[in-house]
């Protein structure tokens, strides 16, 4: 039921309905017979989604609406996302995303799909089995909520100066062995001023983490 579930999951949050798919799996264990149509339906009337298993001649897919679960290939199950002209938009809980030709995607279909009862306010369904707080898409902070950070200022600055040691140590290890080699008179090396750079850079890089 993997594919199934996962559909399921995909499916209830185009609702706008919270879906935890391994609480999920954990309350509609996998099946060794597999996942029909008809189970799909009756796993989302319990969360509240109204739908309809239909049979469709291969012609008919354009007309298909969208959102939908789509029967896909022997035994597996795809959602049907939107489309815009002659493509759409598949998640396929095997692959990921993609973005098909609907000539390519009547060569792998069966001619069955669950799809959203017109009027999804007709089942009266119980309250969602289902809880979980539904996963937000990572989003880049403002300058402003930046600067609202306590203490965000001086980790900036100390990992620049960590940075900074990083990149001129090794140019200046580099620079200090070739005037070694080239000038084998002065025999004086900066041991010193190397092992305090790496104390200094050593205590940037412990401030910073």
């Not at 594919?3 to 996998?30: D, G, K, V």
């Not at 291969?58 to 959102?67: I, Q, S, Y």
């Not at 996302?81 to 995607?105: E, H, T």
């Not at 965000?152 to 080699?181: C, D, E, G, H």
Request: net charge negative.
């Amino acid at each position: 039921m993997n594919a199934a579930s996962s559909c399921i999951a995909m499916l209830a949050q185009t609702q706008n309905i919270p879906c935890s798919l391994p609480a999920l799996r954990e309350i509609f264990p996998a099946s060794d017979h597999g996942t029909s149509l008809s189970d799909l339906s009756v796993i989302l009337q319990q969360l509240g989604i109204a739908t309809a298993p239909v049979l469709f001649d291969h012609a008919e897919l354009h007309a298909l609406p969208f959102p939908s679960i789509l029967h896909y290939g022997a035994s597996h199950y795809v959602l049907l996302a939107w489309r815009k002209g002659d493509y759409v938009c598949v998640m396929n809980p095997a692959i990921g995303q993609q973005w098909l030709p609907f000539s390519a995607l009547k060569k792998e279909i069966s001619g069955y799909a669950l799809i959203l009862e017109e009027s999804p306010g007709a089942i009266a369904g119980p309250d969602p089995v289902i809880t979980g707080a539904q996963q937000e898409m990572p989003r880049t902070m403002s300058l402003k909520e930046t600067a609202a950070v306590p203490g965000i200022y001086k980790l900036m600055l100390l990992t620049f100066l960590v940075s900074l040691t990083l990149f001129l140590m090794p140019t200046m290890v580099s620079r200090a062995i070739n005037q070694a080699f080239s000038d084998v008179q002065n025999t004086q090396f900066p041991y010193l001023w190397f092992i305090l750079a790496f104390v200094v850079s050593t205590l940037l890089a412990l401030a910073s983490g």
